[in-house]
């Protein structure tokens, strides 16, 4: 079964103070990895889509990569509204059923002004 | 354009009693998928359809049913209530059947008393 662990659970960085998420994975082959992020409340917001390892997406402030074992959110110079929970969610590959998005618990980021 | 909308936005209902939430996704979205979240944790498939075929169910009793419509709306049943049903329940829409980008709506909360 896939399995999705991040860390760590929760992170307070002071405003400017830069640093990463960690997303691991295991899955009988991975498709894709996504990155959501959640304000309280609300419905996930979709960030970036990785597919193969190696592969880099940038946003603003962050920074997803991917190797074949593990996904890093790199988040620079934050601002206080870049307070969220993250979320990293991978998908099997091609196959009947195989497109659901299997979640992690998220990482709960809080950015001190 | 509007994003993924869902009703109602919040209910509170009474244990062994039925709820029926809808989601309407993006204009010539084609999949929609349900994933429910508790509180603290990472979404939960239960279940995708696209054209109007159930393409993946999740984890989840027979308690939970869903359909899609012509128009590609779509509601989540949910039969003999439990407290244990009382979570975040999500709607997410995708222009292609594998959810390459996954837009979620802003969710139900429901709560079982």
């Known amino acids: 079964e896939d399995q999705v662990t991040q860390s760590p659970e929760a992170l307070r960085l002071q405003e400017g103070e830069s640093s990463s998420l960690n997303c691991s994975y295991t899955?009988?082959?991975?498709?894709?990895l996504f990155w959501y992020r959640q304000d309280p409340g609300k419905g996930p917001e979709f960030l970036f889509t990785?597919?193969?390892?190696?592969e880099e997406k940038e946003k603003e402030r962050l920074k997803a990569t991917l190797t074949k074992k593990e996904s890093f959110l790199h988040i620079t110079a934050p601002k206080p509204e870049d307070s969220a929970t993250y979320l990293c969610?991978?998908?099997?590959?091609w196959g009947f059923g195989n497109e659901k998005l299997t979640f992690g618990t998220g990482t709960r980021l809080t950015i001190i002004p | 354009d509007a994003g993924v909308t869902q009703s109602p936005t919040h209910l509170i209902k009474t244990r062994g009693q039925h709820v029926t939430l809808r989601c309407s996704p993006i204009?010539?979205?084609?999949?929609v998928s349900w994933y429910q979240q508790v509180l603290g944790q990472g979404p939960q498939f239960i279940f995708q359809?696209?054209?109007?075929?159930?393409?993946g169910r999740g984890n989840f009793p027979d308690r939970f049913s869903a359909r899609q419509f012509p128009n590609y709306s779509s509601e989540l049943n949910v039969n003999a209530l439990l407290l244990g049903d009382s979570a975040l329940y999500l709607c997410?829409?995708?222009?292609?059947?594998?959810?390459?980008?996954?837009?979620f709506g802003q969710g139900t909360r429901l709560t079982v008393v």
């Open positions: 969610a991978v998908q099997a590959p």
């Open positions: 899955v009988s082959g991975l498709r894709g």
């Open positions: 990785l597919y193969s390892a190696g």
């Open positions: 204009s010539g979205h084609k999949s």
């Open positions: 359809y696209y054209e109007k075929e159930e393409r």
């Open positions: 997410a829409s995708s222009a292609d059947r594998m959810n390459t980008e996954a837009f």
